[in-house]
């Protein structure tokens, strides 16, 4: 068996082009790993490479569909050849296809459940052959408050609820091997895609984080940076007794 700590350890952040991924896919080379950013369109992944780069990282950009299986597969071997066998996975890749159910199309609930559900099983399951060969790695799947439900997001809910259920599987099975399993739903963060929300339903972005923030506990917004924090610490050495959790960074408590 390899001891992984012989070599700089690698992790894959999926959709890590921008907001959340892409803070996280920062902060994991800042504490010392190699880092491949994934996501749908390799281009896009060039600017988070070069900020990595510039700080004296190593980083590597891959485009993928995280949901089509043989993209996954032929990811995962490039980071695997050109990076080293990736021991930590940051399943983080999303879309939203917002509607009430009754305006809700095939289409919208599909591509959710093809992004988050589906990808995070693809990317996981062609990732765990590296982390059981090596006898240790770490699995941070990316939830949401609105597993507990939201208006207009039936499609979102149900898929980050299920990524809870995924993670709590994916301790069980893989903790004998080292391997352990957690996941973060995040609160209300400020990223394009909260911002493309506030603009699709009309609102001024300063004035919406203003009102959401009061609603928090903690008086603020989110930023990409706490949840990149959290992510470090469920990767970290010291996190290895706690699998199977799901962490709401919520700025305050949720059920």
């Not at 589906?118 to 990732?127: K, N, Y």
């Not at 400020?190 to 009102?211: H, L, S």
């Not at 603020?220 to 990767?235: E, K, L």
Request: charged content about 20%; aromatic content about 6%; hydrophobic content about 45%.
């Amino acid at each position: 068996m390899s001891d992984p700590t012989d070599q700089q350890r690698v992790a894959i952040v999926t959709g890590a082009a921008r907001g959340i991924g892409a803070a996280t896919a920062q902060r994991l080379a800042e504490d010392g790993f190699a880092v491949a950013v994934v996501d749908l369109d390799e281009s896009s992944t060039a600017a988070t490479v070069q900020a990595i780069e510039a700080a004296g990282g190593r980083a590597l950009g891959v485009g993928a569909d995280v949901g089509d299986a043989d993209q996954v597969q032929a990811a995962v071997d490039r980071v695997a050849t050109e990076l080293g066998p990736p021991l930590v996975l940051v399943n983080n890749a999303g879309v939203t296809r917002d509607n009430l159910l009754f305006k809700m199309t095939d289409a919208d609930w599909d591509l959710v459940m093809h992004v988050h559900l589906r990808g995070s099983f693809l990317m996981t399951r062609a990732v765990q052959q590296h982390m059981v060969q090596a006898g240790w790695g770490r699995v941070v799947n990316l939830s949401s408050t609105s597993a507990l439900g939201n208006r207009g997001q039936a499609n979102y809910a149900t898929a980050k609820a299920g990524l809870q259920g995924f993670t709590k599987t994916l301790a069980i099975e893989l903790g004998r091997f080292g391997i352990t399993a957690n996941a973060i739903a995040p609160g209300f963060i400020q990223t394009e895609m909260t911002r493309a929300t506030a603009e699709r339903i009309g609102r001024n972005w300063e004035e919406y984080v203003a009102e959401r923030a009061a609603a928090i506990p903690v008086q603020r917004g989110g930023v990409p940076a706490d949840i990149a924090h959290t992510v470090s610490f469920f990767v970290s050495e010291g996190a290895g007794f706690v699998s199977g959790q799901v962490v709401y960074v919520a700025g305050g408590p949720r059920t």
